[in-house]
């Protein structure tokens, strides 16, 4: 993310310096954790201890069964006490996941909570070094050792507080955004919903029915969506990108970009005589492509809000720049085929991501015959097909005569648990719809033989299971493991055999069906590449947003005040979205309810007597934050702005005048790790006598 | 120091072991370090992981103290180009690595010794893969110093 506003200068508050015991002598406490049995099972902590009870500095060394449990934390602020300890290292699992914690337990024994340092001997030590129990031991004793050496020489720092803004971005206005949206506007909080299609919705605003209570989708969502822009707090930006986020937890400054409908939202009135004059007939991809619709239209009708669009690549005012009918049918003059995109900024405090997924389409040629055979269709079409608001008013029928199929197969895990195409996941809801989609054909035609292939059915929900029974055994759908290898067309017909080998009869079967249906899996959403570019939020190896930590932070993301919910973070169904967009907005809305964060003071320092004001670091910062000045003491100076500076430190390691301190990354503490890192080859460091001790060799 | 702690059985062995450090950004090259751990693979103990916000933090002379120091190998990782968590700070990473290649090829380090890579988040078994090679390579190669073995 770019640079931040700077911040007032009072909104910069300063907490009180912790603890009084950070004199400049090091008393060292190290604590080894075993970790039940995930280090202790391969780590000897017991030996760990031992060696850095004699290192330098060290006054106390424990090992702990669980040193984030309260027994282990309570034993930490024993030691502390007892030993008159001022600096704490804890060797146990990532920095990444219990810093935190380790810092409030020892700001409550009265230290700064950054003279801390952790000590990972988990996740880089005993859990990849599993069959080397020596080796691993030595690397632990290593790294305790390197630790010691960077904590001796750890100084507090004192953290900063600014406000939060008390208002939220949500990205995406599927199913997920709509609730994220619906909590925080109800808590009271200002929300902008962005949403880049022309109505909110989403994907499950085209599904037929849900499972496994077999409620009507739009039915229980469109109530939703209504509600959301009748919201006072909420202001809906529909056909709209985020362009740009720049600035930090709390404070972000947002770019959105309002692509131009043609038709001012504020004159349309939605009531269609546009769309009855307009001429254009092309393909409704809302209906995939099962239904026309005009070069001016809603979606599907209950679209929200209800304002219609000029889809401009095919309205014949742009392509021949003739016709003018619709602008003539309207009576609001709402019409204007002048209009352009529009740039609205605003601030926020946090932010939602919610870019949900979308179905994978078979591309490459030769999958099942997707693109080959008219009557091999995917599920999403398939619930267009059986929707009653759809282009048959839910008469199914298949694509090459229209007529009803009375013998239909489901091919599962099409698009997913598959290494060929890289989806190594289960998509989590394939299983489900086919077996509801099965149903409700079976409610409309009894005598319809359906025929599921499947690998293994994952009917994990509550009621899934019920379903499942009820499918197979009250309505007679049969159910076949096994993935077909090989589908042909009858040319005359158009009815498709299935070649497969069912595994658990261990043979080779030929079918025939009329319609062929892929249960086709779920992949990210197309524009949640572009977001995670502008968030700095990263991706799982399946292309989804990562969460911060995959159980105790599971909408939390590595950007702060950012956060995920539903299909963007993994594949999930609809109840399960609906619970994450709730996690994130109770997550946003306690940030904002607080109104102030602390933020890390990993910030960088500068000596104004070594700086020569050579413009480098001004030069290299992305932010802004060093800035050259006239000094009273004559001639040029970089000073640090320290809202700006996120710490980084490319700064500290460019300054030709080691000017510049990155504060915990210092080039002393590192100079020392590097040093304790290589000691049984070039020898002991002792650790600093003075506040400015060089390291030594 | 006295005890386990100087005693280096390794240094005993006949075959060499060699000693890596490696430079890791906080979001993306430690995140995936992490990775590598919670999905337990496996990979040579030879690695000492130092932690940096940023790969950008890596001042050159962290490099090549550590090979003055007996390194017989260094690797600086960083986020993916474009994936910076602070916007460009790999890129600058970057050129100083360029700058360190010639550099060391001049002192007469080969330079399978000294790696930039780009680690994501999301990227465990690359990690794992690079050490594993890394080590590999340096076994091949042999100690830096002589009087190490």
């Known amino acids: ?697 | 120091m006295s005890g386990p702690v100087t005693k280096d059985a390794r240094s005993t062995e006949k075959t060499h072991e060699p000693k890596i450090v490696a430079f890791c950004c906080n979001w993306c090259s430690y995140a995936g370090a992490d990775l590598a751990g919670v999905s337990r693979l496996q990979y040579p103990s030879n690695v000492r992981v130092i932690r940096v916000m940023c790969s950008g933090r890596v001042d050159p002379a962290f490099v090549l103290k550590a090979f003055e120091l007996g390194a017989d190998g260094v690797i600086v990782a960083g986020c993916h180009p474009a994936d910076c968590h602070y916007i460009n700070g790999n890129e600058k990473a970057a050129m100083r690595g360029d700058f360190l290649s010639e550099f060391l090829e001049d002192a007469g380090i080969e330079d399978q010794r000294f790696r930039m890579e780009w680690i994501a988040g999301s990227e465990g078994q690359k990690f794992a893969d690079v050490v594993k090679k890394m080590v590999a390579e340096l076994e091949r190669l042999g100690p830096l110093c002589e009087e190490d073995v």
């Open chain 1, 1 to 697: 993310m770019g640079s931040p506003e700077p911040l007032e200068k009072d909104s910069v508050e300063r907490t009180p310096s912790q603890g009084t015991r950070d004199a400049t002598e090091p008393r060292i406490g190290v604590f080894v954790c075993h970790c039940g049995s995930n280090i202790a099972g391969v780590v000897d902590c017991v030996k760990v201890r031992d060696a850095a009870e004699k290192l330098p500095g060290v006054v106390v060394a424990r090992d702990n069964k669980y040193t984030c449990s309260d027994l282990g934390q309570e034993e930490i602020l024993k030691a502390i006490k007892e030993g008159d300890v001022n600096r704490v290292v804890i060797a146990s699992c990532s920095p990444r996941l219990h810093e935190p914690t380790f810092r409030a337990c020892i700001q409550r024994a009265g230290l700064n909570p950054y003279v801390l340092h952790m000590v990972n001997i988990r996740e880089q030590c005993s859990w990849v070094h599993a069959h080397e129990k020596e080796n691993a031991t030595q690397k632990a004793i290593d790294l305790v050792r390197m630790g010691v050496s960077k904590a001796a020489r750890l100084e507090p720092l004192e953290a900063r507080e600014v406000p939060v803004e008390r208002a939220a971005l949500v990205v995406g206005g599927g199913v997920t955004g709509i609730q994220s949206a619906l909590d925080l506007a109800n808590m009271g909080f200002k929300v902008y919903l962005v949403e880049s299609k022309p109505s909110i919705g989403g994907v499950m605003a085209q599904l037929d029915k849900t499972f496994p209570t077999g409620d009507c989708a739009i039915c229980i969502l469109a109530p939703k969506m209504v509600e959301l822009s009748r919201n006072p707090n909420i202001e809906l930006l529909s056909y709209s990108e985020v362009e740009e986020v720049k600035g930090y937890i709390g404070n972000y400054d947002v770019k959105v970009r309002r692509k131009a409908r043609f038709v001012h939202e504020d004159k349309c009135v939605g009531c269609g005589v546009c769309t009855d004059v307009c001429p254009v007939k092309v393909d409704n991809e809302f209906d995939m492509g099962f239904a026309k619709r005009k070069a001016i239209y809603v979606p599907f009708p209950q679209a929200v809000p209800l304002k219609y669009t000029v889809d401009k690549e095919n309205c014949l005012h742009f392509k021949k720049g003739k016709c003018q009918l619709c602008v003539k049918a309207c009576t609001n003059k709402a019409i204007d085929h002048k209009m352009e995109d529009e740039v609205l900024d605003f601030k926020v405090g946090t932010i939602i991501v919610a870019t949900g997924s979308e179905t994978y389409v078979p591309m490459r040629k030769g999958v099942y015959k997707y693109w080959e055979y008219e009557n091999v269709i995917s599920a999403l079409e398939l619930e267009r097909l059986l929707n009653a608001s759809g282009p048959t008013g839910g008469h199914l029928i298949r694509p090459s005569d229209k007529a009803t199929p009375k013998r239909v197969a489901f091919i599962q895990c099409v698009g997913s648990r598959n290494k060929k195409i890289g989806n190594n996941y289960c998509s989590r809801v394939c299983c489900m719809y086919a077996i509801k989609n099965a149903q409700i054909i079976k409610e409309h035609e009894p005598d319809t033989e359906i025929a599921v292939y499947y690998n293994d059915i994952r009917a994990f929900g509550k009621g899934f299971e019920e379903l499942y029974h009820r499918v197979r055994e009250e309505y007679g759908v049969e159910f076949f493991r096994g993935r077909p290898a090989k589908l042909s067309e009858d040319s005359a017909t158009k009815s498709i055999t299935i070649r497969a080998e069912e595994t658990l009869l261990n043979k080779i079967t030929e079918r025939e069906f009329d319609l062929v249906v892929l249960s086709t899996g779920l992949v990210p959403s197309e524009g949640s590449k572009r977001i995670g570019k502008i968030l700095s939020i990263t991706t799982s190896p399946d292309g989804f947003f990562m969460e911060a930590h995959p159980k105790l932070r599971p909408v939390d993301t590595a950007a702060d005040g950012v956060f995920v919910a539903g299909c963007a973070q993994a594949p999930k169904d609809i109840p399960d979205s609906v619970a994450q967009a709730k996690a994130a907005a109770s997550s946003a809305a306690a940030l904002m309810l607080t109104g102030k964060v602390r933020i890390e003071p990993l910030t960088v320092a500068i000596d104004e007597d070594l700086c020569v004001g050579c413009g480098l670091c001004a030069e290299l910062c992305p932010y802004g934050a060093p800035e050259l000045y006239e000094s009273e003491k004559g001639g040029t100076k970089a000073r640090i702005i320290e809202a700006l500076c996120h710490g980084c430190g490319t700064c500290a390691a460019s300054c030709p005048q080691k000017a510049l301190t990155a504060k915990q990354f210092t080039d002393e503490q590192i100079n020392s790790e590097i040093v304790a890192a290589l000691t049984p080859i070039c020898g002991a460091q002792k650790p600093p006598q003075k506040k400015n001790a060089e390291t030594e060799v």
